[in-house]
């Protein structure tokens, strides 16, 4: 059977597999689309299996918000190189892969990794299919969805694509402004990258050793002045750590909570946030 220029179009735009790969896959199905879907799904996961081992040190962070704005996601997918991180497939089946997790509400990369993907097949099998298509290990390195109905969910993606925030922030304002806040919150995540939103989301274990050090330091002090004073450093190294008692990155003046309230109005606050790096 001739495979037709059409052909091709059609099983590139269902699999997003290079123009070599399809033309091979569709001779060997005879012309049949739906089986060639298959011999490249099949190719794919071969391939990555492969590539399992090798490095992941690039990649691209990329947020989907819904037209409404009361939900966002975020993924975080590497791979190898910077080159193939610029390519029209990677970046469109990352935008693809961040639809998927806003419409499915995926909020576990293994769970991600097994739900129905739109074109068949699992999210996996489709993953493994752009390994085998562009040639490199990948790995969905992080997911994340937020959604609120009494606010707003927006994102900051930095300048280099590698680093990202969702933020749901909590808010009479409306969409515009709350959009604009998110991303100067999300701009202020990325570089301070705060521990968690509030004090008790600081690892235990983390709040422990801090107070040890602090104890130990205090033992020429009275003793019962060092429970106060090391009070007091605990209280300095959460205003460091915990994002709504940090100062603002664009007004070290006040604390992000007050920023935000002075913002979108008392009661406005942020209620969760996420961020993802690749490469580094």
């Keep these: ?49 492969k590539k399992a081992g090798r490095e992941t040190a690039e990649g691209r962070v990329w947020a989907a918000i819904a037209p409404d704005g009361r939900s966002g996601a975020l993924i975080a997918l590497a791979c190898e190189t910077d080159f193939v991180a610029k390519t029209d497939d990677f970046n ?30 699992t999210v996996e099998e489709a993953l493994k299919g752009v390994i085998g298509s562009l040639g490199e290990n990948m790995q969905l390195a992080g997911v994340a969805y937020l959604e609120l109905s009494d606010g707003y969910v927006g994102s900051y993606i930095h300048h280099d694509n590698k680093k990202g925030v969702l933020t749901a922030i909590r808010t009479d304002a409306d ?35 801090e107070r040890a050090i602090y104890l130990e330091s205090v033992q020429n002090k009275p003793e019962e002045m060092r429970e106060k004073i090391v009070e007091g450093m605990l209280g300095r190294f959460f205003k460091e750590q915990v994002l709504e008692e940090q100062a603002f990155a664009k007004d070290m003046d006040k604390k992000v909570s007050k920023v935000v309230e002075d913002t979108l109005g008392k009661g406005s606050a942020i209620t969760a946030f996420r961020r993802f790096i690749v490469g580094g």
């Design 1 to 49: 059977m001739q495979i037709t220029a059409t052909m091709v179009k059609e099983l590139r735009e269902q699999t997003g597999a290079g123009l070599m790969d399809c033309k091979k896959a569709l001779a060997e199905a005879h012309g049949d689309i739906d089986a060639a879907v298959d011999w490249l799904r099949k190719k794919g996961m071969k391939s990555a299996d």
């Design 92 to 121: 469109n089946f990352v935008e693809a892969l961040a639809n998927h997790v806003l419409t499915n509400k995926s909020t576990d990369v293994e769970a991600c990794l097994a739900q129905t993907w739109a074109a068949g097949g």
């Design 175 to 209: 969409l515009a402004a709350t959009s604009d806040m998110a991303r100067d919150i999300g701009m202020h995540v990325t570089a301070l990258d705060p521990a968690g939103l509030h004090r008790e989301d600081v690892a235990a274990d983390v709040v422990e050793r």
